[in-house]
């Protein structure tokens, strides 16, 4: 049989094409296994891909990036400890749920997922493993009623206004606590940062302590008394009332402002004489910011496969 150059170009066309299409479902094969021998594996659903490109990653990326917040996770199930995105969706459930987590929960979250990510991305049968949560006995969190009268007991406790609700059970506080998250940003309060010559120097809520914490500047106190903070309530509670949420409760604290660079350099001491071995071992053994070792790849395999394809190529084409 003749084989002609036209031919031979095919055939190493195909063969390139092979040879990434194997590093791609490997890549997932392997990716989905190193969960499912996990201790902390449950179960998975959906279809998983036999390949991984870039715009699989994408459409994960996507259909995850549309899940539900933190906030809002009981609206799917109040077993959720958290979403999370690889080469298909991660669901992490509260090892508190073990006794109460069976095929017929999973099958109905699943359900709800699904759809909610063929809604948003057009993706169907999306690829989800369940999973228990790490540790989770060290990262249970519970809310706690009593914070706001206890931050009045706290070194830097400045004052406190407005009232926490009494709920009736949890789901209501996680009701209530969506409200405030999603009115969190209050532009209002700009002029009255430390940026712009005033008192505040951070802001945020605190979910399982069922209050705004405000940080007002130690390094300033005269522009702290009860005329500026109750001006800054006030601005907070009429924020809030917009959103449904009457009396809002605010504990102030003194706060400290951020070093500056020239601060942060005069502090960092001079290098040791053994530095250079200090970054060949953190080279050695680099993580993730995730904390997960990453896998030890060869550099540019695909990419010297793919010049030896075209220099075959090329070959048999003179």
Not at 27 to 32: G, R
Request: aromatic share 12%; with cysteine.
């Amino acid at each position: 049989m003749v084989v002609t150059n036209k031919m031979w170009k095919h055939l190493m066309i195909l063969f390139l094409v092979s040879l990434l299409s194997i590093g791609y479902a490997s890549a997932a094969t392997e990716a989905f296994e190193e969960y499912a021998e996990d201790p902390h594996f449950i179960t998975s659903k959906g279809t998983f891909t036999d390949t991984i490109d870039q715009e699989w990653r994408n459409i994960i990326h996507n259909c995850c990036a549309s899940l539900p917040d933190s906030y809002s996770y009981y609206k799917f199930d109040e077993a959720i400890r958290t979403f999370a995105c690889s080469e298909f969706i991660i669901v992490e459930l509260k090892s508190e749920y073990k006794g109460e987590i069976n095929d017929s929960r999973i099958d109905k979250l699943y359900q709800k997922i699904e759809a909610h990510c063929e809604e948003n991305t057009g993706l169907s049968e999306v690829p989800v493993v369940f999973m228990w949560a790490e540790d989770e006995e060290y990262l249970k969190f519970e809310y706690d009623p009593d914070a706001f009268e206890k931050a009045k007991d706290s070194s830097g406790f400045v004052a406190s206004m407005g009232h926490v609700p009494v709920f009736a059970d949890e789901d209501e506080w996680l009701k209530w606590s969506e409200k405030v998250h999603k009115a969190r940003h209050v532009f209002e309060l700009e002029s009255h940062f430390a940026s712009q010559d005033g008192p505040l120097l951070s802001f945020g809520f605190k979910k399982y302590s069922g209050y705004i914490e405000v940080g007002v500047n130690k390094e300033t106190p005269d522009k702290v008394n009860d005329s500026s903070l109750n001006e800054i309530y006030l601005i907070i509670e009429e924020h809030f009332e917009e959103a449904g949420i009457s009396d809002i409760p605010v504990v102030f604290v003194w706060d400290m402002p951020l070093q500056t660079d020239e601060a942060l350099v005069e502090e960092i001491p001079p290098m040791e004489e053994d530095s250079s071995q200090t970054v060949e071992n953190t080279a050695d053994n680099e993580t993730t910011e995730n904390g997960e070792e990453t896998s030890q790849t060869t550099p540019g395999f695909t990419s010297i496969m793919l010049i030896l394809c075209l220099l075959i190529i090329s070959r048999f084409t003179k």
